[in-house]
Each structure stands twice: as structure tokens, then as C-alpha cells.
């Protein structure tokens, strides 16, 4: 049986293969019908391929209207885009500012017309700006725009509108930031030309003091162009405050339109993945289905297993697997750009998003820049319209506070360059501006402060500026901060007729609260002093002076400053004993590191040379403050040059102490002398007195000062603004090397800031084993100023002197004359001033001489000695005797003639 079923099935299963079983009518049915049913069997896989085929593909067709409205978008943007770059391409060729204007979508006529008037230089690079900036911003956004047109065709899901949305999007975002770029530099270039206006009048307002009288041409035309330039702040202001509205609004739409489509394009290509599996489970279903169908159709037909089955299977599982896989690359593809597009977009959003915030923190300054713009005109309107002058405007504000609102105009617009760089995409590819210096007065003061190295050093070279707790002063006039009571020209006057002084009605009275070198003022930028520059890194320091008083006279308020009005030299030991004492009334300060500063020398310089005077009562008042103020530096401050007060622009009344010189060559030059004289003495004795814990410093920083006499004729007595320059000066020589130090007084002068504040300062160290130059024993540095001149028409061997004696018995011998044996000859000859000791004659005594010889050694009688002149110069008179005298011994005392310095 069981063979015989093997048998039947394997004839079956070849059954029409075996012709020997088949009748030959039979054979001939079986064919036709085989031909009929292969037809129908072709026909439905066909039929089934193409509709595999449809399914597969999608309806393409249905994007034809999409694509056609996103080319027309696309293009449309592209033209308006290149029109705009070539516009300004052509405008920076050309300089056509009226076709720019018509164009132009970016700002109003007032913004360009403020770029024309800050001009060349933003012109120049706008070029630069179109091809670095903008372009590759173009270039990128078309990059974008060809993946969403890609993943448009590729999704059904979005609508026309949202089709429409992101190319629009994307053409707004170019137009947004061509207008930022162009509005922004504008801006930036009014702010700068701002700045610079502002600057040129701080620096002349500065100047001005109680003995300014009039303005220049020069300041007048300043004066017009600051008031054209507060013009066209208020109008271009106006204008980007409008426009940077409009970007603001408008990047809202953008922001939101990129971010809709950078996460919806996500979300389609997730749908269309999330979809692919049932895609393929149906889709294999209906294909094998069909097969399946097929099968079923040839037995239900032909009761038989038609042999193109495994046929059908053959042709639909190729196609069918490629179709799949074609699909499930397409949505890779899909999702790979979907995922680029929706970053790129997203990031975009994010760009636009802090475009966005940028363009508001630019409405806030400019509302500062508005509000400051405003308060600036307002205040300067009288003067530009000339119902006052600059000068009546500063009388009745304040010169202070004048300047303060000037340097908040100036400050408001540098804060408005520099937030230009805190974004980078704003100045991508655009030239950096050179941001243009304030002026000093306008600047913070910023030095950084530090603890002290060394808490309480032993010696001056481990001495911080932390360490100084006691300021101290002594000098004239110029440290006493002396000015005329109530010095102020009336500036409501009319000068145009002959100015009448009333110089002889004032009082001089010691501001010392504005003294260069103690002044305590809390504003140490506008009124600068060492004091209360050093007071920022000293919090500990006291002797500070915060008021005034009259000449002589010395209140709590003068602090440690003994300074006076009409002080020479020969003051200077009685007020360091003075300055002694008042230290040793603070507590504990035979401990604390002392700052003094040792300031003579204006009236002392009026005079013929002094040199042996001025030695002895300088190097009295350094062994005074030696020997009773130890841990102490000491700064000697070289004189000004007192010839600045004999120019024709300052008043001779003013400076009637020393109004008597002559303003000639020979007087300049002696005056000149006497300066370097009294450097010569305060650099040698300070490498004298120079110890461990005694520092000694000579610093120059008076030596170039002269006060600038268009703003005052007051030459002798420096107004607030002058003092706070010297203070300038002074600072930046304490924390400069000795080789560095100087005296400038140009208008960019600022407070330098130490390289290390807890650092030690740059003081000089003591030399070994140097011999000490007391007095009467001059420095060899000035000998050969004359001090003594006589002429002998009898030669002699005897030593020899001469006597001098006042009218008080005051008396001083010159030291023996005929060492050499100078007088063997008869003629002239001259000695230096150390020959002569101790002479502090006045030009109203009466002086006599007395001849003094006595024999030579080994000699027995006298060589008879006669002089027929003898002239003994001192300060300010020369004492001569013409008449002929002889000794043998003592002789008699002759009367001598007072003859002033022929300097005055």
C-alpha cells in the first residue's frame, strides 16, 4: 500500500510530464489550457507588480504644485538678496548715497546720512562687509533652504502655508542682519567721533580757573561742532531706536517659524520610521498574497499546480525586497537630512534668538545714550545759541560738574562700542573699531590694592606702599596751596575793554585742602595729590590736609602740612622741628613708617646765587628729621623753573615775589644757574644722609611745571587744576625708578599704576661709607660761583684775610686768601663762594671790612699788602669798597656800597 501511494504521488507530481500516460486529444486540451491560464496568471502579476510599484514609490506627481511655489520663493529671495549686495557693492564704488537711499530697507535717511558725515572710513569697508560677512551667511542659509525643499518633496504632511513659512523666514533673517550690520557700524561710528568731541572739550573745561577770562576762536569752533554732533545723535538715535523695534518684532516671527519647522521635520521622519515596519509586514502580505492568489486560481481553474507558482515567487521576492530596501534607505536618507535641516534650522533659531536679546541690550544703551545726549544739550543749548558764554555756563554749573556729565556722555557711548564685541556673529569678517581714549579725568581710578609684602620692615628696601601710616610737609607756597582770596573774574563782565585787576584788593589764603602734595580731596582722579593717591593703598595713612588757612597760621585742618606762604630755605629747620613735633604726637609713631615731602626754593631762586646758605639749612633740616624721625623716606622736590614767571602773560603784581628780576638774557640765565645749584646740593646730600631705615629721594617733578597762562595770569600761585597735575607728578615719580622718573605736563598726564602694590618701591638704596657734607663744607659741584672779587697793587708773602661786619656786629672772615701765594702778583682775582663763610648780609645793612695779615712763617717783619677794590656778592646785593687800603696786620674798617643784584 505504501509503496503503491509512493508510487501515485510520484506520478502525480509528474504527471504532466509523462506523456505515455496521456491520450494525444488529451495532451492537445492540456496545453491550450496551460496557455490560457499562464495569460490570466501574467495579467494579475502585472497588475500586482504596478500597484507594488505605486505603493512603493508614493504619489510623487502631487509635488509638482510644492515645488514650483518654493523655486518661485527661492528665486524671488535670491534676486532681492543679490540686488541689495550689489546696491551697496555700487554705493561703496560710487559714494551714491541717493540710490542707496531709495533701495534701501535697512535704516532710515537718518542713519545713512549719519554714516556719509562719519564716513570714509565705514564706507571704505563696506565692501569688506558684503563679501566677508553677508555672503557667507548667504551661502549657508541656501544650503538650508536646498535640504527643506528637499525634505519638503519628501513629506506629505506639511502644508502650502508651511511650506511657504521657511524659505520667507529665512529671507527675513538675511534682511535682518544686513540691517543690524549697517545700522550697528553707523552707530558705532557716531559714538566714536562722540567720544573724541567730548574728550577735546573735558581737556579745555579742565583748564579753566578763576583767573580764566575769555575763550579762544579754537574753543568756539569746538564748541560748534560738539553742538552738530549732539544733533545728529538725537535724530540717528531716534531713527535706530524705531528700527532696531522693527528687527526685534520681526526676529520673533523668525525664531518661531525656524523652531516649528526644525522640530516638526523631526517628527515626520520619526512618523515615516515608526511607520516602515507595519509598511513591510502589509506590503510583503499583499505581495506574497497575490502569489498565494495565484496559486489558488490555477487548481480552482485547472485543478492542477500551475508550473509558473515558483515563477511567481521568483519575480515578486527580488522586486518586492528591493522596493523595501530602496524604501527604508529613502527614509534613512530622509531622516539623515531631516536631522541636519532640523539642527541647522534649530541652531539658526537659536542665532536669531541671540540676535535677538543682543538688538534689546542695544535699545537699553541707546535709551542711556538718548537720556545723556538730551541732559548734554540741554545744558550746553544757551551756549550754543550764544545767549552765554562756555565760561558763564561753568560759573553758574560747576566746572566739576560739567565735566562729570560730559564723561558720562562719553562713558555711555564707549559702553556701546564695546558691547558691539561681546557677540561674535556681529562682527564676523567687519574691521574692529579702535575704541578712542577718554579723557583722564573721565577714566575710574582702578589701581589695584594688595597687602604689604612685608607687614613693618626695618629698611627702605623691603618698604611697600602699604607700609607708609604718616604723611608729613614742609616748603613754601606752592606745597602750602596758596591762592588769592576769592580770585575769580566775573565772567559776566565785558572784556572786550581793558581788563582793570583788582590784584592789590586780595588776600593770599593756603588751600591746602588742594595741595599737590597733602591735599585730601575724596576725588583723587579730579583733584589728584600724593596724599590721597597714596591713601588708596594706604588706608592707614594720616596728616592729610582738609581745609585752609591763613598765611602762617596752622590748624587741625592742615593736618602735617607746616608749608607757608613767603618760606625760603632758611625756613626749613625751623619747620622740620615743627613737623617733629606734630608727629610725635600720634601714638606709636616712633614705629610707623613716615612719607615727608621737602619742597623750597621759588624766592630763593629770585635771588643771586646762595649756595653755601642754602647747604647749610638744607642739610640741618635732613639731620633734624634724621636724627628724631627714624623709619623714614624723605622727598625733595626740585624747584620749578621761576623764569616761567617773568613771560608777558603773567601778572607781575601776582608775582611781586619775585617781580624785581629783569626779564633779560643774563637774568634767565642766573636764575637758571641758581636751579641747578640747588639740585646739585639736594642730590648730594641726599646720597649723604641716605641710611637702612633714612630713605632720601630727589624727584623732578616741578621741574618743567609752568602754569598755562591762557587759562590764568596767576603764575606764582597754581589754581586747583594746576595742583592736581603736580600731584600727578609727584605719585608717578614715588613708584618710578630713580632713571625714569620726569616732569610732564601734557594733557594725556594719568596716575600710573604700580606694577606690584604689595611690592617694594624703587627706592634708592645707601651707598657705602660715604662722608658726610656738613656745614661749611660746601659740595664740590658749584665752586665756581664767584663770591669774593679784589684787586692788590702791592704784592705779599703774608697770610691774609678779610673781615666783613653789619651794622649788628654780624661778622664773617673769608679763609686765608695767599695759600698759592696768589697775591705775589698785582692784578685781579676772584675766589668762589666756600671762601666766604657764613655771610647772610641783607641788602639794607650797612657792611664794612677789615684787612687781616699776618706775617709769613720764618719772616720777621710785614709784607705791606694794599687793595684798591674789594667786591663781596651775595643773594640779592653786592657789596663793593673802591677805595685803596692797606695793612700791615689789622687794618682799618672801610665802609662798602650796597649795589642790588643788577637782576633786580
Not at 499562464?38 to 502631487?62: K, N, Q
Not at 699788602?865 to 692797606?886: D, E, H
Amino acid at each position: 500500500s505504501a509503496h503503491m501511494m509512493g508510487d501515485t504521488k510520484e506520478e502525480t507530481k509528474f504527471l504532466p510530464f509523462v506523456e505515455d500516460n496521456l491520450g494525444k486529444p488529451m495532451k492537445q486540451k492540456s496545453k491550450n489550457v496551460l496557455k490560457i491560464g499562464v495569460i490570466l496568471w501574467a495579467v494579475v502579476i502585472i497588475s500586482w507588480l504596478s500597484w507594488l510599484t505605486i505603493i512603493s514609490t508614493g504619489s510623487r506627481s502631487e509635488k509638482t504644485s510644492s515645488e514650483t511655489i518654493l523655486e518661485k520663493i527661492i528665486e524671488e529671495k535670491m534676486v532681492k538678496l543679490d540686488k541689495m549686495v550689489d546696491e551697496i557693492k555700487e554705493f561703496n564704488s560710487n559714494g551714491n548715497t541717493t540710490d542707496l537711499r531709495k533701495s534701501r530697507s535697512v535704516a532710515s535717511a537718518e542713519v545713512i546720512s549719519n554714516i556719509v558725515e562719519g564716513g570714509g572710513q565705514l564706507v571704505k569697508g563696506m565692501n569688506k562687509m558684503i563679501n566677508v560677512f553677508l555672503k557667507p551667511m548667504q551661502s549657508a542659509v541656501d544650503a538650508l533652504e536646498a535640504k527643506i525643499l528637499e525634505i519638503q518633496n519628501m513629506i506629505d504632511d506639511l502644508t502650502k502655508e508651511e511650506k511657504e513659512k521657511i524659505p520667507k523666514s529665512l529671507a527675513l533673517l538675511m534682511v535682518i542682519k544686513r540691517d543690524l550690520l549697517l545700522t550697528r557700524e553707523s552707530l558705532v561710528t557716531l559714538a566714536a567721533d562722540t567720544m573724541k568731541r567730548v574728550k577735546s572739550l573735558v581737556r579745555v573745561v579742565s583748564k579753566f580757573g578763576p583767573r580764566t577770562k575769555k575763550i579762544g576762536i579754537r574753543v568756539k569752533d569746538m564748541l560748534k561742532k560738539f553742538s552738530k554732533i549732539l544733533s545728529r545723535s538725537t535724530t540717528a538715535l531716534q531713527s535706530a531706536t524705531t528700527e532696531y523695534k522693527g528687527m526685534s518684532d520681526k526676529l520673533i516671527e523668525v525664531v518661531a517659524n525656524l523652531k516649528y519647522f526644525g522640530t516638526s521635520v523631526k517628527k515626520q521622519a520619526d512618523a515615516k520610521e515608526a511607520s516602515y515596519e507595519q509598511w513591510v509586514k502589509d506590503t510583503r502580505a499583499a505581495v506574497y498574497g497575490g502569489c498565494a492568489g495565484s496559486v489558488g486560481l490555477a487548481i480552482l481553474t485547472f485543478g492542477i499546480l500551475s508550473p509558473s507558482i515558483p515563477l511567481c515567487y521568483a519575480i515578486a521576492a527580488p522586486i518586492l525586497e528591493t522596493k523595501i530596501a530602496e524604501y527604508k534607505a529613502e527614509i534613512e536618507r530622509l531622516k539623515l537630512i531631516s536631522s541636519q535641516g532640523s539642527k541647522e534650522a534649530l541652531e539658526l533659531s537659536k542665532k536669531a534668538k541671540k540676535d535677538k536679546d543682543y538688538i534689546t541690550e542695544e535699545m537699553i544703551l541707546i535709551k542711556r545714550w538718548q537720556t545723556q545726549v538730551e541732559l548734554v544739550s540741554d545744558t550746553f543749548q544757551p551756549v550754543f545759541e550764544e545767549e552765554e558764554t562756555l565760561l558763564q555756563r561753568i560759573n553758574l554749573d560747576g566746572k566739576p560738574e560739567i565735566i562729570e556729565m560730559l564723561c558720562d556722555l562719553s562713558s555711555v557711548c564707549k559702553m556701546y562700542i564695546e558691547h558691539k564685541y561681546h557677540y561674535d556673529v556681529i562682527s564676523i569678517g567687519v574691521a574692529k573699531t579702535t575704541i578712542p581714549a577718554q579723557h583722564q579725568l573721565c577714566k575710574d581710578f582702578k589701581c589695584p590694592v594688595s597687602t604689604p609684602n612685608n607687614k613693618n620692615p626695618n629698611t627702605i628696601a623691603k618698604l611697600s606702599l602699604g607700609n607708609f601710616e604718616i604723611f608729613g610737609s614742609i616748603g613754601d607756597s606752592l606745597s602750602a596751596g596758596a591762592q588769592y582770596v576769592d580770585d575769580e573774574v566775573d565772567v559776566f563782565e565785558d572784556y572786550d575793554s581793558e581788563y582793570v585787576s583788582n590784584d592789590l584788593d586780595l588776600d593770599l589764603e593756603e588751600k591746602k585742602l588742594v595741595s599737590f602734595v597733602s591735599g585730601a580731596s575724596p576725588n583723587l582722579v579730579h583733584q589728584s595729590s600724593l596724599y590721597n593717591i597714596l591713601l588708596h593703598f594706604s588706608k592707614n595713612l594720616v596728616g592729610g590736609s582738609s581745609g585752609s588757612n591763613q598765611p602762617g597760621e596752622h590748624g587741625p585742618s592742615a593736618g602735617l602740612n607746616f608749608a607757608t606762604v613767603g618760606a625760603t630755605i632758611r625756613d626749613a629747620g625751623k619747620q622740620a622741628n615743627m613737623l617733629v613735633d606734630g608727629v610725635n604726637e600720634i601714638p606709636g609713631s616712633e614705629k610707623r613708617w613716615k612719607l615727608i615731602t621737602f619742597q623750597f626754593g621759588v624766592q630763593d631762586l629770585c635771588s643771586a646765587p646762595a649756595i653755601e646758605e642754602w647747604l647749610v639749612y638744607v642739610a640741618s633740616s635732613l639731620q633734624t628729621l634724621k636724627d628724631k624721625l627714624r623709619k623714614t623716606v624723605v622727598i625733595m622736590i626740585v624747584p620749578f623753573d621761576v623764569t616761567s614767571l617773568l613771560r608777558t602773560e603773567c601778572s607781575k603784581v601776582r608775582s611781586r615775589d619775585c617781580d624785581w628780576i629783569k626779564p633779560n638774557d643774563h637774568c634767565r640765565s642766573l636764575v637758571r644757574n641758581n636751579a641747578k645749584a640747588i639740585e646739585d646740593i639736594l642730590n648730594g646730600l641726599a646720597q649723604q644722609f641716605r641710611s637702612l631705615d633714612f630713605g632720601v629721594e630727589v624727584m623732578p617733578a616741578l621741574k618743567n611745571f609752568r602754569v598755562d597762562t591762557s587759562v590764568s595770569d596767576d603764575c606764582l600761585h597754581p589754581d586747583d587744576h594746576h595742583n592736581s597735575k603736580i600731584g600727578k607728578n609727584l605719585w608717578n615719580n614715588l613708584v618710578s625708578p630713580a632713571a625714569e622718573r620726569k616732569s610732564y605736563y601734557g594733557d594725556d598726564l594719568e596716575i600710573i599704576c604700580p606694577q606690584d602694590p604689595s611690592g617694594f618701591l624703587p627706592l634708592t638704596q645707601p651707598v657705602d661709607k660715604v662722608n658726610y657734607i656738613g656745614p661749611g663744607q660746601p659740595s664740590s659741584k658749584s665752586v665756581d660761583i664767584e663770591r669774593l672779587s679784589i684787586t692788590n697793587d702791592e704784592k705779599s708773602n703774608d697770610y691774609i684775610q678779610i673781615r666783613f661786619k653789619n651794622q649788628g656786629d654780624k661778622e664773617c672772615t673769608t679763609q686765608e686768601l695767599n695759600n698759592d701765594s696768589k697775591l705775589k702778583g698785582k692784578r685781579a682775582h676772584k675766589f668762589p663762594y666756600d671762601f666766604v663763610k657764613n655771610c647772610f648780609f641783607e641788602p639794607e645793612d650797612k657792611v664794612q671790612f677789615r684787612l687781616e695779615t699776618r706775617r709769613a712763617r720764618g719772616k720777621t717783619a710785614y709784607d705791606k699788602l694794599c687793595l684798591t677794590s674789594v667786591k663781596l656778592i651775595l643773594s640779592r646785593v653786592t657789596f663793593i669798597a673802591k677805595q685803596r687800603t692797606c695793612a700791615e696786620g689789622n687794618g682799618e674798617w672801610i665802609t662798602m656800597k650796597a649795589d642790588p643784584s643788577i637782576c633786580g
